[in-house]
């Protein structure tokens, strides 16, 4: 990671974007950034582990106090890039926002990209505090490194401001579930004696509708701890369609994103024909709480898609799940082999919004709730 020089001119340790500790760099920060008392910097963000910390803790809840080395260590873009908002009167952190690196596949193009987030400002210094002036720092200073295209999922408040810098809504996320329990769901809009009566023929009748049904299940079904070479030649036939964007998918990239998690675990389902054989697929999902989430499911075919599909439905049933849950974007192929095995949309899409990165109303956007930020 770069930095800049601290207040009194000295250099400060910092690692580079490979995660080696290098002498920090001065960051032009645009005239517009040092306005009224508030200086924007980007610096080493490990001494303000803790400042950083507290602010998750009173802005954004339930964020793990680990999610700080995950974002530091691992990524094979490079570690999260920390900018500040500091107040000069008193030297106090008024705000901060992150951006996550991410390699992106645009059009078989490679374009390096950046995931806003943690975008927190004080109480105290929101009236006439630094909101605007933190994400239009950082986006400008991270262009003139060669990131060409930034998403993010803004809350209502973080809308308004980046829509101001030029933010917009090119995609969603459709939030799809598809229940196993009838009866649980039918129990909080009638009583238990009519969900009862009425449980095995709403179930029948989805049943007939899901392609589970017509797939067999013959195939070789595993499950690993290890994500290697076998997960970057999946990888390659992916990243190869035209029209399309989506994030990495390495080896490197899955294994840091899905098996260091710091506050979830992780299974990692693959499929091949025959034991031994070339593995044609996999999936990556979690269970919490009596329900089955999928974050991701990657193949380059639909075949392989179905028959993972079919597998994890077995599964989730196995361990007594209420329902399998995905968040798959608008212009996914992947959402009509989801539909088609019973999912419903649950009304909860999660915008995405993007600067830079193409305009062509067309684009198909390979996105799914994995590459969300945690």
Same mark, same amino acid.
């Given at each position: ?9 000295? *250099?400060?340790? /910092? $690692? ?6 290098a #002498? %920090?760099?001065?960051? !032009? ?96 210094? *929101?009236?006439? /505090? $630094? ?6 720092? #950082? %986006?400008?200073?991270? !262009? ?51 969900a ?14 899901s392609?589970e ?30 029209g ?17 998690d710091?506050?979830?675990?992780y299974?990692?389902l ?21 329900r ?19 597998r ?11 329902s ?51």
């Open positions: 990671m770069l930095g800049l020089y601290d207040r009194d001119g000295e *250099r400060e340790p /910092g $690692p580079t974007e490979n995660g080696e500790r #002498a %920090v760099r001065h960051v !032009s920060v645009p005239a517009a950034a040092v306005r009224g008392t508030y200086r924007l910097v980007q610096k080493d963000p490990a001494p303000y582990r803790e400042q950083i910390i507290a602010f998750w803790k009173e802005y954004l809840p339930g964020t793990p106090a680990g999610r700080f080395d995950w974002m530091s260590n691992g990524n094979p873009a490079g570690p999260a890039l920390w900018f500040f908002a500091v107040d000069t009167r008193n030297d106090e952190i008024a705000g901060v926002i992150s951006v996550i690196p991410r390699e992106v596949i645009m059009g078989g193009r490679r374009v390096r990209a950046g995931i806003l987030g943690d975008f927190m400002v004080s109480r105290r210094h *929101r009236v006439f /505090g $630094p909101g605007l002036l933190l994400p239009k720092t #950082a %986006v400008a200073e991270l !262009s003139k490194r060669g990131f060409e295209m930034f998403y993010t999922i803004p809350n209502a408040e973080s809308e308004k401001v980046i829509r101001r810098m030029g933010f917009r809504h090119r995609e969603s996320l459709y939030s799809m579930v598809k229940p196993l329990e009838v009866g649980y769901y039918l129990e909080k809009y009638m009583n238990r004696t009519s009862r009566l009425l449980s095995p023929l709403i179930r029948n009748g989805l049943a007939l509708l392609m049904r017509y797939i067999p299940s013959r195939g070789a079904f595993g499950e690993t701890a290890c994500i290697g070479a076998a997960f970057d030649a999946l990888w390659d036939k992916m990243c190869r369609k035209e399309s964007l989506r994030g990495d998918r390495s080896a490197a990239y899955l294994s840091w994103r899905y098996l260091c710091p506050l979830r675990r299974r990692v693959t499929y091949r024909k025959k034991p031994g054989g070339k593995m044609l697929g996999c999936l990556f999902f979690m269970i919490d709480a009596g089955l989430h999928i974050a991701d499911i990657m193949s380059p075919g639909i075949i392989p898609v179905y028959k993972l599909l079919r994890i439905v077995d599964i989730a049933k196995q361990e007594g799940c209420l399998l849950t995905i968040d798959v974007g608008r212009t996914n192929p992947l959402l009509s082999l989801v539909r088609s095995f019973g999912f419903f949309n649950a009304g909860k899409d999660i915008a995405l919004f993007f600067l830079g990165g193409p305009e062509e109303s067309d684009t198909e956007y390979g996105f799914v709730g994995g590459d969300r930020s945690l």
